[in-house]
């Protein structure tokens, strides 16, 4: 095996300038992009922060004791993500999904649920307000994340075998917490509670049975997916991906399954049901299936960058616009002139050029903009 080589690269790169555009008309259509996709899912991290530093996401030998955090006046307030989020919704979101880092670090992240969760839809329609977290928090909030008004969470888990699962979060964090966190979310009624396994070939593939097996009849949707080429910081190699067509192999190996349609449109996974009724399992195949098609999702960074793929360069600086005096109808035109000149399908691209972006810029890390 190749010794694994971190580049040592700007984790985040210059924002791109956006003008604050001429005082547009009240009402503006909801926008599409260069390839008919419209805009309807928004993931907002709301931290840089973790405390698992997986290999695959946050290695230590980068984001080490000085690793550089954003300082706090950079992050967008939450009366600023509240604010930026109003326009989206009002040019076609309809679900948003609060990431990190681990959200679950920013302090007070209840009071920025309550605030989306008041949010409605031109026809007057509460939205699809989910979280995705490590797990490791979860036992303690999740009672305050729902009274708060989040409607689910996803919970990242990459094994069940302790000693796996904290070789892999690489801070010896235990599994049994996750699992309790797990517990009390459904408790709470966060759900259905999604749970992601992100699969790396010799690392901890052999988890696949055991975690369909635990999960089998929980209620929980079980996630594969395949590790992926985000970022530089992860020492991707394609070796190491698990293709989910072999995953899925794997499963018929014990358990007969078939194919469901998908719950909506531009959804990541692919989803298939225990022939037995046991529930259902999913499989994300970011590296092998690419499904840059359909892709309706936007990335609002912690301090304020709109990103238009996971793989981009790249974002565009909303924050100045937010902060510099723009009206919430410039911010609003701003966004969809954006999403109109969008025409990103890295994954599609993949095979045809080099892992970075073929302009000489390093793709953002995947701590930085949220998976």
């Known amino acids: 095996m190749s010794e694994r080589v971190i580049p040592l690269v700007a984790q985040r790169p210059p924002a791109l300038t956006v003008p604050v555009p001429a005082q547009p008309a009240a009402d503006i ?44 006046a950079d992050l967008l307030s939450f009366e600023e993500i509240t604010r930026a989020a109003r326009q989206f919704v009002a040019l076609g979101v309809r679900k948003i999904r609060l990431t990190g880092g681990e959200p679950l670090l920013r302090k007070n992240i209840e009071v920025l649920i309550e605030q989306l969760a008041k949010l409605r839809t ?120 698990l293709p989910s067509a072999e995953v899925i192999q794997r499963l018929q190996t014990q358990w007969p399954l078939r194919p469901l349609e998908a719950s909506a449109p531009g959804e990541t996974a692919q989803r298939w049901a225990y022939a037995d009724g046991a529930g259902e399992v999913g499989v994300i195949s970011s590296v092998t299936q690419a499904f840059c098609g359909d892709c309706n999702r936007a990335r609002l960074s912690t301090e304020g960058r709109l990103f238009l793929c996971l793989f981009a360069s790249q974002g565009h600086d909303l924050r100045a616009l937010l902060r510099g005096g723009a009206s919430d109808a410039q911010v609003a035109a701003a966004i969809a002139g954006i999403w109109q000149g969008r025409s990103d399908r890295y994954s599609q691209l993949r095979g045809a050029r080099a892992p970075d972006t073929g302009d000489g810029r390093h793709r953002v890390e995947m701590s930085y903009i949220g998976g």
């Not at 926008?31 to 230590?60: A, E």
């Not at 517990?183 to 988890?207: C, S, Y």
């Open 29 to 72: 259509l909801p926008p599409t992009d260069t390839l008919g996709r419209p805009l309807r899912d928004l993931r907002i991290s709301v931290t840089d922060r973790c405390n698992f530093r997986c290999s695959y996401c946050m290695p230590k030998e980068v984001f080490d004791k000085d690793y550089p955090y954003l300082p706090h």
């Open 122 to 241: 031109p026809d007057g329609q509460p939205l699809d307000l989910t979280l995705t977290t490590n797990g490791s928090l979860l036992a303690r909030k999740a009672r305050a994340l729902k009274a708060a008004g989040l409607d689910r969470v996803t919970v990242s888990l990459d094994g069940l075998d302790d000693a796996v699962f904290r070789r892999m979060n690489d801070v010896d964090f235990p599994v049994d917490q996750v699992l309790e966190g797990l517990q009390e979310a459904q408790a709470a009624g966060l759900g259905p509670i999604k749970v992601n396994m992100v699969v790396k070939r010799g690392t901890n593939d052999h988890e696949i049975l055991a975690m369909a097996r635990h999960f089998r009849g929980s209620g929980h949707v079980l996630r594969f997916i395949e590790y992926m080429d985000v970022g530089a910081t992860n020492g991707w190699r394609m070796d190491e991906v």
